[in-house]
Structure formats: structure tokens, C-alpha cells
């Protein structure tokens, strides 16, 4: 399933998506159940229109033209829409500039990303899940959505500011990331709410504000100080340009904003998914658990374990197929062009939904299934999953992420039992990260065994999400 026929654009196939109410069109959808709507777009074909109020989109699905739309970044930009609204939020940092500013940019944040930080970075990722598991009592029922975010938010405190930033600083500025990154997803798909006085366009605002002057107030801290703290903020005062021009507070806020949303927001959907998914397939958590009894042997993980748990490995994977954090993410065309034989004008919403190949059934047997066997069983096209993006754009944090995940749920699986409390499937959040919305789930302790049997060999020569590290 690995060989080049994959990369063999699909005959032109191109649709509407039908059901479109009037004014609205498909907005109704996509705000209350876009994961069911978007399942039924391939339908319609691999390039699909959909309407969202006055405008349209256009849906990619197909593996073969959304790596076209990510590496043809003459007719595709990162502009229109949601990247204005993002960009009220963000500013204009690496995950939301032109593509003309991109180069430079991504140059300016990779020495934060470098390969011999990694090491610092996993104790901290450690060190916070075990600060956060501390305060777990069995039997208590946690959200674990909300617990995940929690974790990932001060690993990306941790890591952007060693030098510290109290306690309140920080709960205000997790505070006000999540009503922001609520608020953008509803601003990108029905701008309108920005213009309509509303308690929550008020609690909007001024969560806008906290984040501004909260970040300004420790870059500002940090220029004070004029202490190299070995952390991710250090590198980017010490960054010059070619002509020996420092960050200004703006650029550093934009680029720590950008930071902060890609080490807290992406990974905490993906450990809240992954500890639901394994709750719902007691097998699968079995054949996790033994693999962490075996390689741990009830001790704490590190990050040198990593390499030692490609099953592990293979959760994280399976969950970034079926729920990739960037689920969907829009280009605008710069000039005239086509995709699946539907002319393009300059100016057309293009969304490439990495949702989308990730499910289709030619590529991933019984696609909807979560199954992370498919990985070491080889029946998984890994140039059909794509969940950091491509190219030159691709998610500069990407190892990052998938070691924080790790040892997360390395972490919390060894020793915790998590039951939903609800069997009801988890009901998807819109926001611009997929998450699986509030999952109140239940605790209880597990004594981890030593030598459990049964455990997958590590595969030799198979370089798993963690080998990177």
C-alpha cells in the first residue's frame, strides 16, 4: 500500500455538498456536528463546495492534491479568512505569516526545536505530569480534556519561561487561551459574531486582552533581566537578523503566542483522545499496559524509554490518523489554477482536511476503526498520513508533540485506570484544534506488574514516533 500508485493524482472528481440552508449554507453544519458533516464530503467527490454564509470553500480530501495544495506555494497562501482571525489572536508569528514570511521565520523559532534541547525538554514534560497525576485521588472523576490541557499549558510555560512565572500568571493565561481558541473557530466560520454585542464576544475581548498584556509582561520581564535562562524565549531575544536587528516586542509576542498554542493545544487533544480511545478498546489498553509494565517495570518513564515502546508509539500514531489536531486549515489561491479538474479563480477559499484522507477506506482498511496495529502490521500508507502538514510549512514542533504525548500517556497509563462516566460517544468540540470536547471520566489506581507477558518485541530498524528524540 506504500508504492507509488499513492502518489498518482485521482481522476478529476469534484461536487457539491447538498443540504445548504439559505444565507447559511453549511454553517449549521459545521457548527454543531462538523466532524458528521465532513464525513460526508467524499461522497461528493475529492474536491467538494461547500458554502459558509456568502462564501464558498472549496473541501480537499484526497492524500494526492493536498500535498499538492501544501507544496504548490506559488497558487496557494496562507492567507483569507481564518487567517486574519487567527492572526487577531496569534499575530503574525510562524503558524500564521504569508507564505512569504514563512522561510524567515521558521529559521527564527528552529533553534528552539533543536535536537539537544529535546532532553531538557522531556524532563519538564515529566515532571509536570507528575506534578498533575499527584493530585489524582481514586475514585474521583476528572475531565480529562480539561486535565490534558492543564498539563500541556504549563510544559509550554515551562519550556518557553525556565526562569518562572508565578502560579496565577500562568492559570490566568491557560484561562485565556481556552476562551480564545473557543472563540476563533466561531469567528472563522461565522465572522458575523464579531459585529453582534454579546456576553460572550465581552468574555472574548477581554480574554484578548489578558493574553496581550500577559505575554508582554514577560517578554518585558525577560529584556529586564537581560539572563540567558537556557530556555525558548532566551534564543528568541538572542535571535539577529542579516542585518543584525533584534526581535521587537511585537514579533517576540507573535512568535511566543505561536509557541504556546502548538505545545499546549495540539497535544493536549491528542493525550485527551488517546486516553479515551483506550477506554473504549480494553484490548488495545492491554497490550499498552503490558508493553509499560515490561519496559518500565514500575519505575517512572523516561525519555530514553521512549525508543522501547513502539506500541506506545503506534497509540499516538493511530490517534493523530483518526484525530489530527489541525483538522482543517484553509489556503487561498494566488492565481488561476485547478484542482481535480474544478477551475480555480485567484481569491477561492481552498480547506485542505487532513480529517479526511486519514479516513479514507482505499488507503486505511476499516478506516473508522481504532486499531494501532495497523502500523506494525504495514497496512498503514504513512504518505497518506499527514498530520503535521508538509513541506515547508510543516508543524516545526512536530517531535516535540509526539514526545510530550508519549510520556504522557506513558505516565498516566502505567499507573491509572481512567472509565468514562458516560458511555455516550465523545461529542467533538468546534475549535481550530479537534478536541473531543468535556470527558469526565473516573480514576482508579493500577499497581503496575513487572515482566507482564504477551508484550510486542520492539520492531529493530522500525524508526517509531519516538526515535527522533
Request: hydrophobic residues 45%; contains cysteine.
Amino acid at each position: 500500500m506504500n508504492g507509488p500508485e499513492q502518489e498518482t493524482p485521482p481522476a478529476p472528481r469534484h461536487g457539491r455538498a447538498p443540504g445548504a440552508w439559505p444565507l447559511l449554507g453549511h454553517l449549521p453544519y459545521l457548527a454543531t456536528r462538523p466532524l458528521s458533516f465532513l464525513d460526508s464530503l467524499p461522497g461528493h467527490g475529492d474536491v467538494v463546495r461547500v458554502r459558509m454564509g456568502p462564501r464558498t470553500a472549496h473541501v480537499v480530501s484526497h492524500p494526492a492534491l493536498v500535498r499538492r495544495v501544501l507544496t504548490d506555494r506559488r497558487s496557494f497562501d496562507r492567507s483569507g479568512v481564518l487567517y486574519e482571525k487567527v492572526r487577531a489572536l496569534l499575530g503574525n508569528g510562524l503558524a500564521t505569516c504569508p507564505n512569504a514570511e514563512h522561510r524567515d521565520q521558521r529559521r527564527t523559532l528552529q533553534p528552539a526545536f533543536h535536537h539537544s534541547l529535546m532532553d531538557r525538554y522531556a524532563a519538564v514534560m515529566t515532571a509536570e505530569t507528575q506534578a498533575l497525576t499527584a493530585r489524582w485521588r481514586p475514585g474521583a472523576v476528572v475531565d480529562v480534556t480539561e486535565e490534558a490541557f492543564r498539563l500541556t499549558t504549563a510544559v509550554a510555560v515551562r519550556t518557553l519561561f525556565s526562569a518562572g512565572i508565578t502560579a496565577q500568571a500562568a492559570e490566568e493565561l491557560r484561562e485565556a487561551l481556552e476562551v480564545l481558541l473557543r472563540g476563533v473557530y466561531t469567528r472563522v466560520v461565522a465572522p458575523v459574531v464579531d459585529r453582534v454585542p454579546s456576553p460572550a464576544r465581552r468574555r472574548y475581548r477581554r480574554a484578548l486582552a489578558r493574553w496581550r498584556t500577559g505575554v508582554a509582561a514577560i517578554v518585558a520581564a525577560y529584556r529586564a533581566a537581560g539572563v540567558d535562562h537556557g530556555d525558548a524565549l532566551s534564543l528568541l531575544l538572542a535571535v539577529r537578523d542579516e542585518h543584525g536587528r533584534a526581535l521587537s516586542d511585537a514579533e517576540l509576542g507573535d512568535q511566543v503566542a505561536t509557541l504556546v498554542l502548538a505545545g499546549a493545544e495540539t497535544t493536549s487533544s491528542v493525550l485527551a483522545w488517546a486516553l479515551r480511545l483506550l477506554a473504549d478498546h480494553p484490548e488495545a489498553a492491554g497490550r499498552l499496559h503490558r508493553e509499560l509494565d515490561a519496559v518500565l517495570a514500575g519505575g517512572p518513564v523516561t525519555a530514553a524509554d521512549l525508543p522501547r515502546l513502539p506500541y506506545t508509539a503506534d497509540v499516538v500514531r493511530e490517534v493523530l490518523r483518526l484525530y489530527p489536531p489541525a483538522w482543517a486549515i484553509t489556503r487561498t489561491t494566488t492565481r488561476e489554477t485547478e484542482l481535480a479538474g474544478l477551475p480555480l479563480a485567484p481569491g477561492s477559499t481552498v480547506i485542505w482536511c487532513l480529517y479526511l484522507p486519514h479516513r479514507r477506506r482505499e488507503l486505511f482498511p476499516d478506516a473508522a476503526r481504532f486499531d494501532p496495529d495497523r502500523w506494525a502490521a504495514g497496512e498503514a500508507p504513512r504518505d497518506a498520513w499527514l498530520p503535521f502538514g508538509l513541506g515547508a510549512t510543516k508543524c516545526v514542533g512536530d517531535v516535540f508533540g509526539t514526545v510530550e504525548a508519549g510520556l504522557a500517556l506513558a505516565a498516566i497509563a502505567s499507573r491509572w485506570h481512567l472509565t468514562p462516566v458516560s458511555p455516550r460517544p465523545p461529542r467533538p468540540v468546534p475549535r481550530i484544534v479537534l478536541s473531543p470536547g468535556p470527558q469526565p471520566m473516573r480514576l482508579a489506581g493500577r499497581v503496575p506488574g513487572v515482566g507482564a507477558a504477551g508484550v510486542a518485541p520492539h520492531r529493530a530498524g522500525d524508526r517509531g514516533a519516538f526515535t527522533e528524540l
